[in-house]
């Protein structure tokens, strides 16, 4: 039973939730062992022809960054897969937190982290917030949860879909906010209120075998007053990305700002398409995702540390330049980083 079902929604079913454009049925155990079979007769993925970029991460800055409070630059900094700190509006986020050696319930078996965080756990400045777009478990890792609820100073906020609160209430975290889509919870911040809108993306949740689409998933909009930040989740290309632009047009008007100042934005994970084309996008939806948004500038993420799926773990920055060159998209409007590497964005 979905206890917070509400027949008036169009995403609400009494067991769970759906997507709204494109109806998602979880792939059936024979297509689960096909894609597994073909995979390992061919000897995917093939494994990456150069290693995947790191950088130091500039502590310092980041920590001094934190601390000047209203005075804040926004930022960005790349921990790897869909793991970013964000600093905006006086706060310190991250998104979708995974710090541990694997993408899986259990520590000796499933998707092996290729490449450690590019800031440790311990290092991160004090966490105000974090958003976790669903529970699949590259993207809501319990060890990290746990880490980040006793970090010293105090919890973060969790902010998580619905049905996702009283799994957080199970590992002891108090200090969360379950949304629907479209719902919005305001933080009072150094710099003003920020806030933090639940939007829908294309996409399914489960941890079992039982629990499939039970939970919400989604994406995350963060308006603060010095950056308009979007971050995707998991998602495959859908319309909801264009409702979004229509929906947000009379708080992003030319002479308030614009558009998203920076979107995270998934480009890895997506072979092979008959699969995977419901639930990843490839490069080339991503870049139409990012037109569909209005976005300023977006970061190419979910790539680089899990091998998760069939393509190899450096293909994806490669597909995303072919696909800028075939677009006429400037590098600077939709990049990637190195692990461990920070932007600093221009405020709006
Ligand atoms: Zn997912
Ligand atoms: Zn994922």
Same mark, same amino acid.
């Given at each position: 039973?979905?206890?917070?079902?509400?027949?008036?929604?169009?995403?609400?079913?009494?067991?769970?939730?759906?997507?709204?454009?494109?109806?998602?049925?979880?792939?059936?155990? @024979?297509?689960?062992?096909?894609?597994?079979?073909?995979?390992?007769?061919? =000897?995917?993925?093939?494994?990456?022809?150069?290693?995947?970029?790191?950088?130091?991460?500039?502590?310092?800055?980041?920590?001094?960054?934190?601390?000047?409070?209203?005075?804040?630059?926004?930022?960005?900094?790349?921990?790897?897969?869909?793991?970013?700190?964000?600093?905006?509006? =006086?706060?310190?986020?991250?998104?979708?937190?995974?710090?541990?050696?694997?993408?899986?319930?259990?520590?000796?078996?499933?998707?092996?982290?290729?490449?450690?965080?590019?800031?440790?756990?311990?290092?991160?400045?004090?966490?105000?917030?974090?958003?976790?777009?669903?529970?699949?478990?590259?993207?809501?890792?319990?060890?990290?949860?746990?880490?980040?609820?006793?970090?010293?100073? =105090?919890?973060?906020?969790?902010?998580?879909?619905?049905?996702?609160?009283?799994?957080?209430?199970?590992?002891?975290?108090?200090?969360?906010?379950?949304?629907?889509?479209?719902?919005?919870?305001?933080?009072?911040?150094?710099?003003?209120?920020?806030?933090?809108?639940?939007?829908?993306?294309?996409?399914?949740?489960?941890?079992?075998?039982?629990?499939?689409?039970?939970?919400?998933?989604?994406?995350?909009?963060?308006?603060?007053?010095?950056?308009?930040?979007?971050? @995707?989740?998991?998602?495959?290309?859908?319309?909801?990305?264009?409702?979004?632009?229509?929906?947000?047009?009379?708080?992003?008007?030319?002479?308030?700002?614009?558009?998203?100042?920076?979107?995270?934005?998934?480009?890895?994970?997506?072979?092979?398409?008959?699969?995977?084309?419901?639930?990843?996008?490839?490069?080339?939806?991503?870049?139409?995702?990012?037109?569909?948004?209005?976005?300023?500038?977006?970061?190419?993420?979910?790539?680089?540390?899990?091998?998760?799926?069939?393509?190899?773990?450096?293909?994806?920055?490669?597909?995303?330049?072919?696909?800028?060159?075939?677009?006429?998209?400037?590098?600077?409007?939709?990049?990637?980083?190195?692990?461990?590497?920070?932007?600093?964005?221009?405020?709006?």
């Amino acid at each position: 039973m979905n206890p917070s079902y509400d027949p008036a929604k169009p995403h609400h079913r009494p067991q769970g939730f759906q997507n709204v454009h494109t109806e998602f049925t979880p792939k059936s155990l @024979a297509d689960v062992l096909r894609w597994r079979w073909d995979a390992s007769r061919r =000897g995917l993925p093939p494994p990456p022809q150069a290693p995947i970029p790191r950088l130091a991460p500039d502590l310092d800055f980041l920590h001094r960054n934190a601390r000047a409070a209203a005075r804040m630059q926004p930022t960005v900094t790349w921990v790897g897969h869909a793991t970013v700190m964000a600093q905006l509006g =006086g706060l310190t986020l991250l998104t979708d937190p995974i710090f541990s050696e694997r993408a899986s319930p259990v520590s000796f078996l499933g998707p092996k982290r290729q490449q450690p965080p590019g800031i440790l756990a311990r290092d991160l400045p004090h966490v105000d917030l974090v958003l976790a777009s669903h529970n699949h478990y590259d993207h809501l890792d319990e060890a990290s949860v746990d880490a980040l609820n006793r970090q010293s100073g =105090g919890p973060p906020l969790f902010v998580v879909p619905l049905g996702l609160k009283s799994w957080l209430a199970g590992r002891g975290v108090r200090h969360a906010v379950e949304l629907d889509w479209w719902q919005s919870h305001l933080l009072q911040a150094p710099a003003g209120d920020v806030e933090v809108m639940l939007v829908p993306a294309q996409h399914w949740s489960a941890r079992g075998l039982t629990d499939r689409m039970t939970t919400l998933w989604g994406g995350f909009a963060v308006f603060a007053p010095d950056c308009h930040l979007f971050y @995707a989740g998991d998602t495959g290309y859908s319309r909801d990305f264009t409702d979004m632009r229509a929906r947000f047009a009379p708080r992003q008007r030319p002479e308030q700002g614009g558009g998203f100042d920076i979107a995270l934005l998934p480009i890895g994970a997506y072979e092979p398409r008959w699969f995977m084309a419901t639930q990843h996008v490839n490069a080339q939806e991503a870049v139409k995702i990012h037109r569909d948004l209005g976005a300023k500038q977006s970061l190419g993420v979910h790539w680089g540390t899990f091998e998760l799926t069939d393509e190899p773990l450096d293909e994806p920055p490669k597909a995303l330049a072919a696909q800028r060159r075939a677009q006429g998209l400037s590098e600077d409007e939709f990049f990637v980083m190195a692990i461990g590497e920070t932007r600093v964005l221009r405020p709006r």
